[in-house]
């Protein structure tokens, strides 16, 4: 089988992973939504919008340790206040930063979590919640090449060839969709297993790609990166600094580390 790990959003929901990629997926949003023109943001596998903070939850070691500091940076303080008490997915986020003449296209396999996130966003008229496999669905829809938008594929990993298929939507979306920003979150792993989403990259998706890392050296799952092509002149430098203080600040003393580095 490829199954490498066994998933429920809801397991994992405001660990330090989850923490870095929304901290970093709102700073782009942020510095997008003020360009010309409405935003589409599109996401492969959007789950249920919101989670529980289930006591002895992967939460407390990861947004449960920022909650309540002093010293959180603004775009980890906005995350963090933005949460208030739950943990928010990838969709909420994205529908708390848009503007009313944007939109979102909301990616969901399974029908609970489906219904779920619909119920969190009620009658939301920018939204379009789409039901169906995740990759499929979003190398269905081909946007015009200058149009305005995020694409974010976090898919759960639990198939080894989830990284080879994230690599091909990448290539396939970079050819054709000069005005998008890509973003793959992804798990890194003891074993290095990440590595088969860079080795299947074009070499043309390569070139416009900054990869953001952290590695706070856990067990299991030792690391969260975010791969993002196209990104915006002015996410760079606020990133590396909310990269840096995520990693330091979530990792296990001398085992938080980070790096950018091109794929």
Known sequence: TDAVIGYRHADHAGNFADDHKHV??????????????????????????????????????GLGRLAGRADLPEGVADYVDTCGEAVIGSP???????????????????????????ACLGEDPRCTLVRGDGFARVHDWHPASDQRGLL?????????????????????????????VLVAWYPGWRDRR???????????????????????????????????????????????????????SLGRGAMGRWREETP
């Open 152 to 180: 974010l594929l976090d898919p759960p990993y639990v198939e080894a060839a989830d990284y080879q298929r994230v690599a091909r939507v990448l290539n396939a979306k970079a050819a054709s969709w000069t005005g998008g």
């Open 194 to 248: 990440e590595q088969a989403l860079h080795a299947a990259l074009d070499g043309a998706t390569r070139e416009t790609a900054t990869d953001l890392r952290i590695d706070p050296g856990r067990d299991g799952m030792t690391g969260s990166g975010l791969l993002v092509l196209n990104p915006p002149a002015a996410f760079a430098t606020v990133a590396r600094e909310l990269n840096g203080w995520l990693a330091e």
């Open 92 to 118: 909420l986020h994205a529908a708390e930063l848009l503007g009313a003449l944007d939109r979102l296209v909301l990616v969901e396999r399974d029908p609970a979590a489906a219904r779920r996130l619909a």
């Open 24 to 61: 970093l997926l709102r700073l782009l949003l942020r510095t997008l939504r003020n360009g010309p023109g409405p935003l589409t943001f599109v996401e492969s596998h959007a789950g249920a919008g919101a989670y529980t903070r289930e006591p002895g939850g992967a939460w407390e070691d």
